[in-house]
């Protein structure tokens, strides 16, 4: 089921590959971390997590502000119902037409990851005549092991290193065209210990009191990290002690350092989204070679990049056979002319059929948005959302004449 509708009386209507997305989840999800987490404490969504236009605008609809790294993202923030007022711009590697974009839209904050990334921004902010707040993101000292992918500690692509970063201070507050407004720490994604994001948090929280003796603390961003579970082994995120931790850590720090005037920000994205959508995909054809046995579907990695490649925790199921005991290992495999689209583990399944409709669970999150779209000239799937029991669909099925779009066939 998604919301109350059977997913194949979806497949049905909108045939396959295809992105299902229960706003109802996604709308538990924000809620249960809002009411957690102190007031104080500004959500702005990841929106690479799923940049769909429709679940932005949802997630605008509920209070959350965007969190973009590219001109793409900002584009789509701002057609989503965003105003540069509820947008923060993230990214190593923002172009010199990125950065003025982002200050020709009054971008709320944008976060700074080095020294020439620093000088550029003070330059198009002279051209445009606007004043622009940054943070300063920091990679610091201490690194986490318990993080899925890491994007802090150690050497980094990511951030300006913690024990040179009172030198970039200086530099800010030189610059005429800047104002130096917070800091941006954050350590890695899919942190399922709500214990080891605190850990990671407390640590942010003395960096920021010892660089106040150098400029206002306005803003003091923690990024994201909030992980999800993807299979019967994987803890839940204790969304609840997390806010009573964050709330502990704040007003100890408080006692010490004045923050009053300080806004606290939460970068999540995976968790918003990702178990609120299905990917269905439907075998279209059976094999055994040398003993091994294949089901071939309709959806590769140019649909669902992660939820394929990473399949060593995605729950997998045959929605028309839930009821029946999964017995049977298989090998699930795209359909692309390449070696590449294939599970990466073999899958427990009931016996399979032509037609049988493959689900994979939590793909709301880098599951459309992380994919290969335009490999192989496949045609994209289409996405659709379970509103207040209803479908919508959001994103039509892909045709072959896009792959000619902006291309002369001549």
């Keep these: 089921m998604a919301g109350n509708i059977n997913v194949l ?9 295809l992105y299902v997305y229960d706003l109802d989840i996604i709308k538990q ?27 932005c605008s949802f997630l605008r609809s509920l209070g959350a502000g965007a969190e973009i790294a590219s001109a793409g993202e900002l584009y789509i923030a701002l057609k989503s119902g965003f105003q540069g007022k509820d947008i ?42 606007r004043m622009t707040k940054v943070c300063l993101r920091i990679n610091p000292l201490q690194a986490i092991n318990q993080a899925k992918m890491q994007t802090g500690g150690g ?10 970063i009172e030198t970039l201070i200086e530099t800010a507050l030189d610059l005429e065209w800047l104002e130096l407004v917070g800091i941006h720490v954050y350590i890695g994604s899919q942190i399922l210990d709500h214990t080891v994001l605190l850990e990671q948090i407390s640590y942010t929280l003395n960096i920021a009191c010892r660089l106040t003796q150098h400029f206002p603390l306005k803003y003091l961003n923690f990024g994201g990290g909030l992980g999800v579970p993807y299979d019967d082994n994987d803890p839940i995120f204790d969304v609840k002690a997390f806010g009573i931790g964050l709330t502990n850590l704040i007003n100890t720090v408080s006692q010490k350092y004045d923050l009053s005037h300080t806004q606290f920000i939460l970068e999540p994205g995976r968790f918003l989204v990702s178990e ?18 294949y089901a071939i579907i309709d959806g590769g990695i140019n649909h669902a990049f992660l939820p394929i490649r990473m399949n060593r ?98």
Excluded at 9 to 17: F, W
Excluded at 155 to 164: L, N, R, T
Excluded at 324 to 346: R, V, W, Y
């Design 9 to 17: 009386t979806l497949i049905k209507k909108y045939g396959t590959p």
């Design 29 to 55: 999800q924000y809620e249960c971390l809002r009411q957690a987490i102190p007031k104080k404490v500004t959500i702005f969504y990841a929106i690479k997590a799923n940049p769909n236009p429709k679940i």
């Design 88 to 129: 923060i711009y993230n990214g190593p590697g923002k172009t010199d037409e990125e950065i003025q974009y982002a200050i020709e839209n009054d971008v709320h904050l944008i976060n700074v990851e080095a020294l020439d990334e620093l000088q550029r921004i003070n330059t198009w902010a002279h051209t445009a005549q």
């Design 155 to 164: 050497s980094q692509k990511f951030g300006i290193d913690e024990e040179i």
């Design 276 to 293: 609120s959508g299905i990917f269905l995909t439907k075998i279209i054809s059976i094999k055994e070679s040398r003993g091994k046995k």
């Design 313 to 410: 925790h995605y729950p997998t199921v045959i929605a028309n056979k839930m009821g029946q005991k999964n017995e049977h290992m298989m090998t699930l495999a795209g359909p692309l002319c390449t070696s590449l689209d294939i599970f990466t583990t073999e899958v427990a399944l009931p016996p399979v059929a032509l037609n049988d409709i493959i689900s994979i669970f939590n793909s709301g999150a880098y599951g459309f948005s992380a994919s290969m779209l335009y490999f192989l000239s496949a045609p994209m799937p289409a996405e659709i959302m379970i509103q207040k029991g209803q479908s919508i669909v959001i994103r039509r099925r892909g045709r072959k004449e896009d792959f000619l779009l902006h291309c002369d066939p001549s």
